[in-house]
């Protein structure tokens, strides 16, 4: 398995859809991805097998210091082998060299041992606020 990561990769919105229905266990939705993340992106990191979509995380931000990571999605077959830990490294490199000075991520409680553990993320004292 010899996977690539892009930072900014162009990506076929189809493809990102099935993904994120995979990862988020859903039907399929018709987001327009690139509309989105062109407002709202520092950028995102797309994990390639051959020409296959297997990896993506969103780096929203503040237009500042603070990244935060959203949609960490990782393809069911290719799980456990290291891509997300390895698109989140690929994203806060490129958070780092946009000049920002925080990554931060929120996520649910089963997710602790790979932002903890695998990413390297530390424990603080977050809100949140069910709209």
């Excluded at 931000?61 to 990782?74: K, N």
């Excluded at 456990?80 to 920002?100: D, F, H, K, P, Y």
Aim: with cysteine; glycine share 8%; net charge negative.
């Amino acid at each position: 398995m010899s996977i690539t990561y892009k930072w900014g990769s162009d990506f076929d919105n189809t493809a990102l859809n099935a993904l994120h229905a995979e990862g988020f266990d859903h039907a399929p939705h018709q987001t327009d991805w690139r509309a989105r993340l062109e407002r709202h992106s520092l950028g995102w990191v797309c994990a390639w097998e051959d020409s296959s979509l297997v990896g993506f995380v969103n780096v929203v931000w503040d237009g500042g210091v603070h990244a935060f990571i959203l949609d960490t999605l990782v393809a069911r077959q290719h799980r456990s082998r290291g891509v997300g830990a390895s698109l989140i490294a690929t994203a806060a490199r490129e958070a780092r060299a946009a000049q920002c000075e925080w990554l931060h991520v929120d996520f649910e409680e089963h997710l602790s041992p790979f932002y903890f553990d695998a990413c390297g993320f530390k424990k603080t004292t977050a809100g949140l606020i069910a709209l």
